[in-house]
Every structure is written in C-alpha cells, then in structure tokens.
C-alpha cells in the first residue's frame, strides 16, 4: 500500500469514493452524518489537492482505499479545549475528511489508513495528530482510540443546522 499527496488526476475517484461511501451509510447507520451536496463532495477533495493537503492510501492496483485531509489548524472551536499540551500549529497534524471506500469497510482499512497518516506524522516530526468526530460516530470513535487517541473534550463545531450539535475532540501525542 502506498500513502500520497492525491492530485487533480485522482479527482474522480475520490469523488466517487465520497458519493459512495455516503450511498453506503446512508443504507444503514450514517454514523458522520455526511450528505451528499454537503460533506464531503467533490469540491472538497478539490480544494484538498489544490491546497496539497488531500492523501490518499492506495492499494497496490493504484484504487484508491481510503482518503484523509492533513492540515496544521484545527476548527476555531478547538481553542476551547485544554489538550494538556501548548504546541505550535506547525508541530500538530489535524485529520479532516478520514474515509474509507465502502468496500473496504469491516476489513481493517480505517486501521492501515490511520496507521499511514501517524506514520506520516512522525516522518514530519510532528508532536501531535488532533481530530475531531462527531460524537455518535462510535465506530470512528474506536478505530481512534484503538490507534492510541485520547479524548479531549466535547464541542460544538457549528454543526447542528445538520444535525451534528456535539463533536468530541481526540489526540494522540507522537
């Protein structure tokens, strides 16, 4: 498996894996609460690629297994937290948008792709990965603190137009 900066040429796929993850969740428990037009869309992995921050994890057939965005600043929302550490943002690594292609799900891909993102992590030196997560997203939750994440605390990220008033704040320190 190989874990990468996307560009626009994987623009399709990762598109594609958000339409049909989100087709995937929404037949069962959609645990993110993402929407199709809303979170996250085309758009978003386009800015991610524009931006340099998109990655992708692939399988050794070049499909795409999964897709993260890696930035250095966390949701304005996060300076409410105590994270029991003072750090530069050029030091921390914030996840956004973590998916995994829906045929990879229950068959440990959020596990590599987490794994390749904290490997990535202390490639860069960085001294912390933060994120947040809805707080009914219990399988996300697990694979997080399966990974060695610790809960921070609770906020509110503006969410609750769409039904996402609380998300809970993680952090694993590298």
Not at 113 to 132: F, N, P, Q, T
Not at 137 to 149: H, Q, R, S
Request: charged share 30%.
């Amino acid at each position: 498996m190989v874990f990468e900066r996307a560009t626009m040429e994987d623009i399709d796929e990762v598109a594609n894996l958000y339409n049909e993850l989100i087709d995937s969740l929404e037949k069962g428990i959609n645990y993110p609460g993402w929407k199709h037009g809303v979170y996250p869309t085309r758009e978003t992995a386009q800015d991610g690629i524009r931006k340099g921050v998109l990655f992708v994890l692939r399988e050794d057939d070049g499909r795409i297994a999964g897709t993260s965005v890696l930035v250095h600043e966390g949701e304005p929302a996060y300076d409410q937290a105590d994270w029991h550490v003072s750090l530069d943002d050029k030091h921390i690594l914030v996840v956004f948008t973590f998916a995994v292609h829906p045929r990879y799900l229950q068959k440990g891909m959020g596990t590599k792709l987490m794994e390749a993102v904290i490997d990535y992590a202390r490639r860069e030196k960085m001294k912390a990965i933060r994120l947040d997560v809805y707080e009914k997203n219990f399988p996300a939750i697990a694979l997080y603190k399966k990974c060695g994440f610790e809960y921070i605390g609770t906020v509110d990220l503006g969410c609750a137009k769409f039904g996402l008033p609380w998300f809970e704040l993680y952090q694993k320190l590298l």
